[in-house]
């Protein structure tokens, strides 16, 4: 997407700190008793808003679908991070480090890891497998250690090396 500023505003992960899903009051209720069948709640209740990075503004799916933008009075960094996890720095991030010995033809590197923090920051690329293991382990321990770990996955070549916690499966 892009914003009236002109930036990109990327969705291609999960645990994106610019982005948010909101329910209007009026559907809460409806959200709350919406056992499915499945498990979990109905979540087509639900929208999704994003937060531009640079300028701060809003962008808000509205109910047809149209992008709504709004802008903030002031950009300031706390206004820019809005939709960030009310628990800040604290949240529960994954770790999740991938090796491909032949990659594809758009990956530069072979290795990467990626652990997103608070500013989403905290992609690290390897070309040795050593160095990414090592790596990787370091960081597990570190973010477990803080107690800021959701789950972890180190994987190499397709195969599922270490997982955190231990009933992961591998995707």
């Known amino acids: 997407m892009r914003c009236l500023c002109g930036s990109i505003i990327s969705d ?4 994106i700190s610019y982005k948010a899903r909101y329910l209007a009051d009026q559907d809460w209720e409806d959200f709350l008793i919406s056992e499915l069948p499945a498990g979990g709640h109905d979540w087509s209740l639900t929208r999704t808003m994003y937060q531009c990075v640079d300028c701060g503004r809003l962008l808000l799916q509205g109910i047809n679908g149209r992008t709504l933008f709004f802008n ?8 820019k991070r809005a939709l960030a996890s009310v628990k800040r720095e604290r949240w529960k991030r994954c770790l999740i480090a991938n090796w491909e010995s032949k990659p594809k033809p758009k990956r530069q590197r072979k290795g990467q890891i990626l652990y997103r923090d608070f500013k989403d920051e905290g992609y690290e690329y390897f070309d040795d497998f050593d160095t990414l293991e090592r790596r990787y382990h370091e960081l ?3 973010l477990r250690m803080s107690d800021v ?9 397709g195969e599922l090396l270490h997982s955190w916690p231990q009933n992961i499966d591998k995707t």
Do not use: C, G, H, Y
């Not at 903030?72 to 206004?79: G, I, K, L, T």
């Not at 770990?149 to 070549?157: E, F, G, P």
């Open 12 to 15: 291609n992960t999960d645990f």
């Open 140 to 142: 597990f321990e570190e």
């Open 72 to 79: 903030p009075e002031v950009a300031d960094e706390e206004v």
């Open 149 to 157: 770990l959701r789950s972890a996955i180190l994987s190499k070549d």
